[in-house]
């Protein structure tokens, strides 16, 4: 899992990749406010693991130019 803050808007996204019990690969995207319980969730599948970690490193792009920064990162690297 993946977990980008923007402190001085107190916001949070993270995104990880699931894989299903039919070897499909499907990435999760949560983001929301960092002090309230409400948040919003997207499910996107795609096409294989490779593709996912794509979305990744796009996701982390997009994250770092608006001011967030990578708190929490799973083993494997997107960069």
């Known amino acids: 899992m ?3 803050i923007q402190p001085e808007k107190d916001r949070y996204y993270q995104a990880h ?17 960092l002090h309230s319980r409400r948040s919003q969730v997207r499910k996107t599948g795609v096409s294989s693991y490779a593709a996912g970690l794509e979305r990744l490193k796009a996701i982390d792009r997009r994250r770092r130019q608006s001011g967030y ?3 929490q990162e799973s083993p494997e690297r997107i960069n």
């Open 69 to 71: 920064r990578l708190v």
């Open 2 to 4: 993946y977990r980008w």
């Open 17 to 33: 990749l699931v894989e299903d019990l039919f070897g499909d690969w499907t990435l999760v995207a949560c983001w929301g406010d």
